[in-house]
């Protein structure tokens, strides 16, 4: 019955996450979150930085999961030096709904998808702002699947976070913390 129960406890959901929220306490960690659920791919032709209405947003399980994951992250006694968010509305309504910090816009974070951007500057810009802050500093960068991606070597879903720290080649991934919408 014992090893039954230890199973369990490994294969749950939450289990996971209550393990890897330890790793955000550590001094030094980046994390890499891509924005909450926003149904679809991209953005409309008609995009807009400055118009909402113009692009792919939260729908309300999106903003349900950012504030479930704001929550279980303020329960963990998890506190961030710095949180810093693509200006797409999808990255910015996450970053507010996750109750983190007052979130600041960082055009490096803005998604390079479908040949918009330019990857390689996008990511060399924000390892250059990471480079400036103090080595112990936790950072919450909430971007999109393709600036995960880049600066991380891996893929990621919809509000996952990507833990990750700062080495002399630029981001290790030392773990993966997803709260289901």
């Not at 890897?20 to 008609?46: F, I």
């Not at 500093?137 to 990621?156: D, F, I, K, Y």
């Amino acid at each position: 019955m014992r090893l039954i129960s230890l199973i369990l406890i490994l294969i749950l959901p939450g289990a996971v996450a209550a393990q890897d929220w330890s790793l955000l306490k550590e001094p030094g960690t980046v994390a890499l979150m891509r924005h909450a659920l926003a149904p679809g791919v991209g953005d409309p032709a008609n995009f807009d930085l400055e118009d909402c209405s113009t692009q792919r947003v939260l729908d309300e399980r999106g903003r349900e999961q950012a504030r479930q994951i704001g929550t279980a992250m303020r329960e963990a006694g998890i506190q961030f030096d710095a949180v810093w968010t693509s200006q797409w509305c999808r990255c910015v309504d996450t970053a507010e709904l996750l109750d983190m910090g007052t979130p600041e816009e960082f055009p490096a974070l803005n998604s390079h998808f479908a040949g918009q951007g330019d990857p390689e500057g996008q990511a060399a810009e924000v390892m250059a702002r990471i480079a400036k802050t103090p080595e112990d500093a936790r950072l919450l960068l909430v971007t999109h699947q393709v600036n995960v991606s880049e600066l991380s070597g891996t893929g990621t879903t919809s509000g996952e976070i990507i833990v990750t720290r700062r080495t002399d080649d630029g981001l290790e991934v030392v773990g993966r913390i997803a709260v289901s919408p």
